[in-house]
């Protein structure tokens, strides 16, 4: 009954190709961003800003990422965890080279390497596909990890392998990594960054470059015949993905943890990530949004619901159990809803257009 | 420069037999890649799923197996028991996960047994325990000096292993009539369908065979590692040698096993020691990468005229 | 009735194309002209090559022998992209639409090579690309407006029937501007309704833009109705070349149709 377009009237092409061309919507978004911007810096505590906001906000953003690359272009890859690791080094190794650079350039400069990377490790996209391909990345993901594991330069010679990120201000003093930054101080700077990135996302998806991408997703032969070319559509898509991958994995280092080493971007973190496309919804901006969210908050409510029940689990139990209600609700969700959390939602606005009358 | 270029040569050809040594155990280590990666062909040739579950699946029954020989059966009863064991997993999954997953897209179902690997790993671990294991079947572990060429018994076993194996799949799939409605539902599911073939037998039976060959391939990597998480990483290295031999090539299986084997050995000795060392890790992705961009279809798929 | 338009010189010229693919030969020394602003039909039984016809005309195929001259200039091998580019749209036997996407983003793709707005730009959408996108937005909207699809304008193609969507893909190949049209049963499958609909639009298409239409289609009524000159195939082989009139009178045209052997052709061919 409240959520209704009805007397919405657009007139012009321009209100027609907005991102939210529902009043509601807009209302609803604004009233988000306010939130997230201003009533959780102030409210949240230290635990839920840096163990479930943060993580969840660079989750996001390396979702965002993949699904440019999975969800809309079609490429399956399994090289999210590598790519994040270049993310993260490079950021490392470019503030540590040059401590006057600002800290928001060296976030994207460290996106730009990793697109590079990305494009390079994309080229065999050109003439292989599928699962072939998707095998193929993990080329990507085993070698970078290799690399950064194996040359001490990487890491500045630290014995440990470790990297710690270097204290670094915006704005002059508002410190958002090293050990003088507040989680809130963190929070804020990597929302702004998310936001800003995942707009930039959206508008990429409902122009030109992201309607070759899915042309190509979706009949790669006819898109040829269209005019797209193969090769530029497809190694955009990895360099853009990649690009926010490499973010994300910067934001993971120095905003996040603070201090990484290359372990922390093994297979595993591909899967996750790639699960939460999947589980969010492919194809779908939003969807990384709600996959990122979910696959945080399961864990931790996991780990919690022994206590909850009162039951005392050793800490190996709980993480095999966790193993398996994690592939079990994987399969279940598959089932369920194959077109991920995104399709949910969509189908909840439907149903509120008509609440609260039947039809 | 010459570390890599010239070094490695003049290595190799100063010590044949030693390089001999290193090319056979890299032979049949691939050997054991290929018992992996067989299981994925078969599935992804009747079912045109990608099981990335395959790794777990070796590793479950690899620990199904542990666990009854250390409760006291006898190796062959737990043999057996771990067959039925495998089977019984392949109809569940084909009733609770590939059922209502049928006609969705490939991508959903290789997100689907990612899903069952997870389950896997998670629940052979609660209930076998996730401490390394010894598993003794009786397989010979000497080695054997044939010249001046030292040969690992059990490589050799694994090897003769893997050949009756791929004998036996051969002859199931070209002789008996199972064989051939797998040949047709891998064709095409509702061609196959339409004339009568039992699409849900079938997958049952071809996820079982995978299981089996699972356990095959858990026995030989559990008696060689004992019995321990870290299998399922190394049935990753399955994934390059299917690429190198296409997904759906039983002969492509155990050559790219074998070339993604000796290659990666000849590389770690002979080049390792010139970039660091652990170029295992990456070498058979790579191998496999840089051979798909000449070839895509890999080494026995058929070169594919798009049609529209 | 069509006698506003002109048709002019050759547009594109194909001279003694063949094709095989391994050992099988799909075209064997085929020549023909498409002239400008006129309407060819390509007929022939199954398996003639005219599918095969079109494939190379768009640069899908690669003939191994022969030429093929495209305003004037004689082109080398070229890959489909850079054919659309200059001008050749196509639509296909088994639709090709981008299922995952809506009829107007399936429309707007055929607008992709005119866009040349910076991919940054299009990541701001501000300014020039928002600008830029609204212009071919409008663009598009016509040629909806045209083929009369304004209702299921936000609906994905996936889920349109099949009339529908071979619609779709007219106002996708349309929507690129193209000098040549190449479209390949564009009437398959359809009702009588349906045909005629279409046939109104590839008329209205010729007449109204001047684009030049080159189709296959297997209803003779429809062929000989519409176009201004036909060529037919059988077994890559070209049996005839010319109006329907004449076409309909070729003796070889006849037997073929009607189902002489080809031991019988070749003998007759002999004598």
């Known amino acids: 009954m409240f959520y209704r377009e009805a007397g919405q009237f657009k007139t012009s092409y321009a209100a027609d190709q907005a991102i939210f061309p529902i009043l509601q919507d807009r209302i609803f978004v604004a009233f988000l961003l306010l939130v997230a911007f201003v009533v959780v810096p102030v409210v949240a505590n230290e635990y839920w800003l840096s163990t479930i906001l943060l993580p969840f906000l660079v989750f996001s953003l390396a979702a965002v990422g993949l699904n440019l690359l999975t969800g809309y272009c079609g490429q399956l890859s399994l090289g999210t965890g590598g790519f994040m690791a270049c993310g993260a080094f490079a950021a490392y190794k470019l503030s540590t080279g040059f401590p006057e650079l600002n800290i928001v350039v060296v976030m994207l400069a460290s996106g730009v390497i990793t697109a590079l990377v990305g494009v390079l490790f994309g080229l065999p996209s050109l003439r292989i596909k599928g699962f072939y391909l998707a095998v193929a990345t993990l080329a990507a993901q085993f070698f970078l990890l290799w690399l950064f594991n194996k040359f001490a330069w990487f890491t500045n010679y630290s014995p440990s392998g470790v990297i710690s990120a270097p204290p670094r201000a915006v704005f002059g003093d508002f410190f958002v990594t090293g050990p003088q930054a507040t989680p809130a101080g963190k929070y804020l700077f990597a929302l702004t960054l998310v936001a800003l990135l995942a707009l930039a996302a959206k508008n990429m998806v409902r122009c030109r470059v992201g309607r070759s991408w899915m042309a190509i997703r979706d009949m790669d032969i006819a898109a040829e015949i269209i005019g797209i070319r193969p090769l530029t559509a497809k190694l955009s898509a990895f360099a853009v993905s990649s690009f926010y991958i490499g973010v994300a994995g910067a934001m993971w280092a120095f905003v996040y943890t603070g201090s990484v080493e290359a372990l922390a971007f093994q297979i595993d973190r591909s899967f996750q990530i790639l699960f939460m496309i999947i589980i969010g919804g492919l194809g779908s901006i939003l969807g990384s949004f709600l996959g990122a969210a979910f696959i945080t908050l399961l864990p931790i409510f996991l780990s919690n619901a022994p206590n909850i029940f009162g039951l005392s689990i050793s800490v190996d139990t709980v993480s095999h159990f966790e193993f398996m209600i994690f592939g079990a609700l994987i399969v279940f969700f598959l089932i369920v809803e194959p077109h991920g959390l995104a399709r949910l939602w969509q189908i909840a606005k439907e149903k509120l257009r008509l609440w609260p009358f039947p039809y | 420069m010459s570390a890599f270029f010239i070094d490695p040569f003049v290595d190799i050809f100063s010590y044949p037999a030693f390089f001999l040594e290193v090319l056979i155990g890299g032979l049949l280590a691939g050997v054991m890649y290929s018992l992996v990666a067989l299981g994925f062909v078969l599935i992804f040739k009747a079912s045109g799923v990608f099981n990335f579950a395959q790794g777990a699946m070796v590793l479950f029954a690899a620990l199904t197996l542990v666990g009854l020989i250390d409760l006291g059966a006898p190796v062959w009863l737990a043999i057996v028991a771990t067959i039925a064991v495998m089977v019984t997993l392949a109809m569940s999954i084909e009733k609770v996960v590939l059922r209502p997953l049928v006609n969705q897209p490939a991508i959903i179902l290789f997100m689907a047994t990612i899903g069952i690997s997870y389950f896997l790993d998670g629940f052979g671990q609660t209930i076998w325990g996730s401490e390394i294991k010894t598993l003794e079947v009786g397989i010979p572990k000497s080695p054997l000096m044939v010249g001046e060429v030292l040969i690992s018994r059990f490589d050799l076993f694994a090897g003769l292993t893997a050949g009756v194996l791929v004998a036996v799949l051969a002859i199931f799939f070209q002789k008996t009539r199972v064989g051939r409605a797998l040949r047709a539902v891998a064709d095409d599911h509702q061609a196959a369908m339409s004339v009568g073939i039992p699409l849900r037998t079938i997958w049952v039976i071809v996820w079982s065979v995978a299981g089996i060959v699972a356990l095959v391939a858990g026995i030989m990597w559990g008696s060689k590692l004992g019995v321990q998480f870290s299998i399922v990483l190394v049935a990753l290295k399955a994934l390059p040698v299917l690429i190198l031999g296409g997904f759906t090539s039983i002969p492509g299986a155990i050559v790219g096993g074998l070339i993604i084997g000796s290659g990666e050995k000849v590389a770690e000795v002979f080049w390792g020691p010139a970039l660091g060392g652990a170029i295992e890790d990456w070498f058979g992705y790579m191998l496999a990468m840089l051979f798909l961009l000449f070839r895509p279809q890999g080494l026995f798929g058929e070169k594919i005229i798009e049609r529209v | 009735m069509h006698a506003a338009r002109q048709i002019g010189g050759p547009l594109l010229q194909v001279e003694n194309i063949s094709l095989s693919f391994g050992g099988v030969r799909a075209l064997a020394n085929i020549s023909f002209e498409i002239r400008e602003h006129e309407v060819l039909a390509i007929i022939g039984p199954n398996g003639a090559g005219k599918s095969s016809m079109l494939n190379v005309i768009n640069g899908f195929y690669h003939p191994q022998e022969g030429r093929i001259t495209y305003k004037g200039k004689t082109r080398a091998r070229m890959r489909p992209h850079q054919a659309a580019a200059q001008g050749i749209a196509r639509t296909f036997q088994n639709i090709a639409l981008f299922k995952g996407m809506s009829t ?167 004598e």
């Not at chain 3, 991919?119 to 909207?141: N, S, T, V």
């Not at chain 3, 003779?220 to 195939?233: A, T």
């Open chain 3, 104 to 270: 107007l983003d399936n429309i707007m793709t055929g607008r992709l090579l005119k866009m040349r707005q910076p991919f940054f730009m299009q990541a701001l959408y501000l300014g020039p690309a928002k600008r830029e996108e609204l212009e071919h937005r409008a663009f598009c909207e016509r040629i909806i407006d045209f083929l009369e699809i304004q209702a299921i304008r936000k609906t994905p193609v996936g889920r349109l029937p099949y009339g529908l969507q071979k619609r779709v893909e007219l106002a996708r190949a349309l929507a690129a501007e193209p000098e040549l049209l190449l479209l390949d049963e564009p009437m398959a499958g359809m009702n009588v309704e349906e045909k005629e609909d279409m046939c109104r639009f590839v008329l209205d298409v010729n007449e109204h833009f001047g684009t030049t239409i080159a189709l296959i289609e297997h209803d003779m009524g429809v062929v000989m109705d519409i176009s201004d000159r036909v060529v037919v195939l059988d077994y890559g082989r070209k049996l005839a070349d010319g109006t329907p009139d004449e076409v309909r009178a070729d003796q070889a045209v006849i037997d073929a149709y009607l189902g002489v052997s080809h031991e019988e052709t070749a003998s007759a061919a002999a």
